[in-house]
């Protein structure tokens, strides 16, 4: 497994500002994934986080909303930005050792948990 | 894209007894079945994970069964007890080409056992 911590595991912001969402493993994996899950509901990936380059955002998120950085293998970040209410929710970081063969579970990192008012 | 859908939503069982969650998914490309316990407040935990080379999974009181040609799966958890209430996700993706570590979550099942 991993040891993965987010930082802040939780905040309060004001609609229109943006937070910076921070995603740490204590060792480097090949993938980290960040997913939302909204109250009450299942969890829906945003994007993967690809190392040195631009993350892969799925149907209905972009960047200009979720931009999402990787400098190296053990540190993401993902800014939610221009926050409305819809936005409260808890983000949560994924990781992934390798891609198949036993490497590919994907362990979960606490989650921050967002409300905006 | 893959859509997995999660039966029942809810459910309720004596402790004791067995408890079974469904799940069905629509790519038949999919190749990796892992299944999560969320506690109230905590993270996703994976539970139980299986890939489309096996048809069935034991791990003392869970196990999980693969139908390929029937894209369904299944949780099968025995001798249930009070700590195992919680809500239980399955997710699909396909490990392969383009595509890796893309899981896709059914809505989840919260269960609840009584003492």
């Known amino acids: 497994s991993a040891v993965i911590s987010q930082k802040p595991s939780r905040d309060i912001c004001q609609r229109g500002t943006s937070l910076t969402i921070q995603c740490q493993v204590d060792?480097?994996?090949?993938?980290m994934f960040w997913y939302r899950q909204q109250p009450g509901q299942s969890l829906t990936l945003i994007a993967t986080a690809n190392q040195g380059s631009e993350a892969t955002y799925e149907s209905g998120f972009v960047i200009d909303k979720f931009p999402i950085s990787r400098p190296n293998l053990t540190f993401s970040t993902l800014t939610v930005s221009n926050m409305s209410p819809e936005d409260s929710s808890i983000y949560l970081c994924s990781v992934q050792k390798g891609r198949t063969g036993g490497l590919d579970t994907q362990y979960f990192g606490p989650g921050t948990r967002l409300t905006v008012l | 894209g893959e859509n997995v859908e999660q039966h029942p939503s809810t459910l309720s069982v004596q402790e004791g007894d067995s408890a079974v969650i469904k799940c069905t998914y629509s790519?038949?490309?999919?190749?990796?079945f892992p299944w999560y316990k969320q506690e109230l407040g905590k993270r996703p935990q994976l539970i139980i994970d299986i890939r489309s080379n096996v048809g069935e999974k034991k791990d003392q009181r869970i196990a999980v069964t693969l139908n390929k040609t029937a894209k369904h799966f299944s949780l099968h958890i025995t001798e249930t007890q009070p700590e195992d209430s919680a809500v239980y996700f399955c997710a699909a993706s396909k490990n392969g080409g383009t595509s890796y570590g893309k899981l896709t979550f059914g809505q989840g099942t919260i269960l609840t056992v009584h003492p």
């Open positions: 790519d038949s490309a999919s190749n990796y």
């Open positions: 060792s480097q994996v090949t993938m």
